[in-house]
Every structure is written in C-alpha cells, then in structure tokens.
C-alpha cells in the first residue's frame, strides 16, 4: 500500500506550488527547444534540398549533349570535372543510366562498371518519386534526376551526398540547445522554487499557528509578521485579531462557566446551613437529654443514636457539597457515591416545594468519565427541574450504565422548557455565551455535553412536563 506522505495530494502547499512551477518552466524550456530545433532542421532541409537542386542542374545541363549521343567517356570527363566545380556538395559518387538501366558512365568505375545494369540500390529509394532522400544513420543523401530533352527522357542521373557534416551540425546544435536549455531550466527551476518557496513559507507558518488555535495553544504571532504592507502582513493581521477575539471568548466562556458553578454553590450554600441546623438542634437536645437523664442506659442509647445521625447527614451534606465545589477526589472517573450525593444537594428545594423526588442509580462503583463534568450537568438539570416542576410534583432522577455509556434522564412536570434555552442547551458555542444569567445553566450543561462527546435529546410530554437525556461514552478502564 502506497504510504500517505508519497502521494501528491497530502504534500504541502509550500512543496507542491514550487514544483508545479518548475514543471512548468521545465515544459516550457522542453517546448521552446522542440520548436528550435524543429525550426532549424527545417532550415537545413531546405538548405539541402537547394544545394541538391543546384548540383543536379548544373550537371545535368553539361552532360545532356554527351548523353544524347551516347558518348561514355565526355560523359565521364564532365562528371569528373564536376566534382572539382561543386566541391562544396561532397558527391559521393555519380552515376549516369540510359533509360534501359545501362550504366553509361559513373564517376566511380570500380565500383559501378560501364555498361553494366543500374544497380536496384540506387533506383529503389526513388520509387516514390521524390528525388531526395536522406540516410541520416550512414551520414549521406541519395539524389536524382531524370535527363529529359524535348519532352523525351534519354536517361538518369544518380548521386550520393555526404551530408555527415551538416548531420554532425545538427547533432552538436541539438546537444547544446538542449544541454543548455536544461542547465539554464535546471538554474532557473531551483531559483524559481527557491523563490516560490520563500514567497509561500508565510502560509506554512500560518498553518502551525492556526494548529495551536486548533489544540488551545494561544501563541503570539511575532511582531515583524504583522505588517501591513504586504498581502501576508494583513493576513496576519487578520488573523491575529481573530485569535485575540477566540481567547477573549475562550476566557468569557470559561469565567461564565466557573460564575455558574459558583452561584450554583451559593444556592447550595444556603440549603447547606438549613440542612446542618437541623440537625445540629436535634444533636444538641440529645446532649441536654444525657445531662439531665445520663444514667438512664435507655435513654443514653437513644441520644447517641440521635447524635450518631445528625452527624452522618452534616458529613453528607457537606461531602457533596464539597465535591461538588472542588471536584471528586480522581476527576477521570464517576462513582456510585458521587451520583448519590447529588440528594442531599437538592433537599433544600425539595423540603421549600414539597417536591417528590423519585431517586434511580444503577450506576456500578466506577465509571470512567470525567465525574467532576457530569455530576455539575446532573445537578443543573435536577436543580432546573425542581424549579420548573409545581409545588407538591414528583420529580424523576434515573442514572444507568448501558453499552459503554453513562445515561443521566431527568423529567418534571412543568410547563416546558423556553426555545431559547432549549438552543442553548442543544447548541451551545462560545460565540453564543448568553449575555445574562438566564439560559447559563442550560449553556453550562450543553458546553460540558459536548466537550465530553456527550449527546442530548430533549423530550416534551403531550401532558406538563419535559424529560431531558443526556448521554456520555466511557473512556473504558
């Protein structure tokens, strides 16, 4: 399987631009040297063709009287005499043929014999009937010319061109052409890249500032990054400006959020003092009573019995209070106990609204999830539906432990929860931290939900009453 990192599309911007650019300048200086070398070939095939031109007439006029006449050797004088006039054409050898394939005369006798017949080697490469044709592997140019007079062909005239050095020419063109083209591509690619590199690096920096926002690391950008002169120093700047507003509602969030879990405790706090004077008034008409009747063994039991249990209450009230305030003793997990303790917090409200609290917990002795987090959404939503619920109510309070999650449901019978605070508490974010404290409570649970991965469903009865579910994956453990 071909790794991530080896793939195009995973490289970063400040790679690919650069080399999308070298790409193109390489296609460019390739394109421009195709069409040089292109354009000079050309040339020299014209320039070839012309010389090839010139050679064949001049020597066709000269021999066509000798040919007429059949005469072998003036024939050969003047093809001898030719290869000192164009001796710039470099004919190979010439060779004259009556039209019956008779060679009459050649320039090379050794090798093509008077009067012998016209090898097929030399009229084969014309049969399509071009009169030049090039052996750019062998380095030569084969030409021909028929010999015609008075409308009346009365032979050939065949000949062989070294053309190596006009091909030698191409080649050593074509290697320095695109040598240099490719050292000069190569000079500017890296130039190019370089510079293209330099000019995005900004963006690269950009990137790890953006992914520090994105993992809650408020770093700075340095000052120099900030100018405004440039498109990258407004971006900066930009940017910058939206990290400093992300921060300050970042740090608004979290002091609304620590506001009301301080209020909440402030509510708490007033029940707390009801919930340990009672019993302390009971603890402190025990002490009276084993003052007064000490020696009797019935009544000495039954005051220790009494102080016994004012005591147990105070230290579950202020136990669960405590908690609440600072947070179970390991925040990386929820016991039974926690869950429990919620009861005495909300004893208060229930005694002022002759409340009836329908208590469920099947949660086991340890669940591992934040327990600090959702025993404050537990009891926001217990104290909000204590308050919405009427007077003399049932309010219902079940938590169960169900496929790897924590369930949390809370119902009353009230009147139903306002939209706006239902959107607080179904779509909460930071840019929409309610300006007053009403609907904080609902924001509070909802932000905590949704750090924890937690889901909420909000369910209004056809009867009062609204029921509330709120669910939250365990970390295992």
Partial sequence: MISLRLLPSTWPMLVKVPLVVAMLMSLMSMGVSYMIYDRMTRSQQGALEKLAETYLDGVSAALMPHVIRRDSWEVFDTLDRAREKYASVKATYTVVALTDGVILASSNPARFPLASPLPDQLRSPFKDGQYLHINAKEGVAWVWRPLVEADQTVGDLFAELDIFHILQERQRVLFTLFFGAFMLTLTFVLIGYLAVHRMLQPLGMLNRYVENIRHERDEPLPPGMLNEKTEFGMLFGRFDAMRVAIRERADLAAKLAEEEKLALIGKLASSMAHEVNNPLGGMRNAIDTIRKHGNDETVWTRS???????????????????????????????????????????????????????????LPQDVYVDGGSVRQIALNLLLNACEASPNGAEVFFRTSFLDGQVNVIVEDQGGGIPENVKDQLLNPSISGVPESSFGLGAWTVGMLTKRLDGTIAVETKAENGTIVTVRFPSRGG
């Fill in 304 to 362: 220790l019995d009494l102080l016994e249990r004012g005591l147990e209450g105070i230290a579950n009230v202020t136990r669960a209070t405590l908690v609440t305030y600072k947070g179970g003793s390991d925040p990386e997990k929820l016991t039974f106990r926690d869950m429990e303790d919620l009861q005495f917090l909300v004893q208060h409200i229930l005694k002022r609204r002759n409340l009836i609290l329908r208590w469920t917990n099947t």
